[in-house]
């Protein structure tokens, strides 16, 4: 089992792929935030690790106190990690995010670091679970590595039947991530209590040094 603690180290590592994605993660939540309505935004976060892209988006939007959000993790040293940071209106559960019980319907969603640890039929079955989770006009944030076989043209395809419209897909040169951006188009789905995917920890390692 991967130890999900000293995987957030590559975080320190400024010039690490893990970085350079967390800016792209940050940049596209906080966008999100920025385009939500008055009121009340709700966000939930899947596997959310230490919070850092949450927090770090959070940290810069003037209406942080807008957010009512919820991230989940199962690590608990992660969880308390986040807790540290954790603002008002923000909660850290210690819990299973593979299951659609876990969380409320958002506006901003966010699934990092899963798609890359789980099968991929799971992905899809995750993908098109996703409107369950979202109210309307929602935004889902999430990452996948793009090495071979690379599934990221399938997860695209695979929002697209799932009723969302690409907003975004960020990429580099030379790096392993991509960040792909998703506005639910179509209606958001009747919540119904359904297992999303099966969380492997492998078989790819995030700390890798850059492809060239
Ligand atoms: C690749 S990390 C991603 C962390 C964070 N989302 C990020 O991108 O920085 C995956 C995280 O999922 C957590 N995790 C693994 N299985 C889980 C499960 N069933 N429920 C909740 N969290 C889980 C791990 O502890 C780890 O912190």
Known sequence: MKNWVEWHAAYDDPSSGLTRRLAHVRRRVLTAL???PSGEIRLISMCAGQGLDVFG????FDRAADVVGRLVELDPANVAAARAQAVPGIEVVEGDASVTSAYYPADVVLACGVFGNVPDEDVHRTVSLLPM???EGA?????????????T???????AEAGFEELGF???PGYWYSVGTHRLVGKPLPF???KMFEFLGQPFDGRR????
């Open 34 to 36: 920025r385009q939500a």
């Open 57 to 60: 988006a959070l940290a810069e």
């Open 133 to 135: 989770l979202c109210r």
């Open 139 to 151: 935004t889902v944030v999430w990452t996948r590595h793009h090495e071979a076989p690379d599934l």
């Open 153 to 159: 043209p399938t997860i695209r395809k695979w929002f």
């Open 170 to 172: 960020d990429t580099e």
């Open 192 to 194: 119904e209590d359904r």
């Open 209 to 212: 040094s850059p492809k060239s």
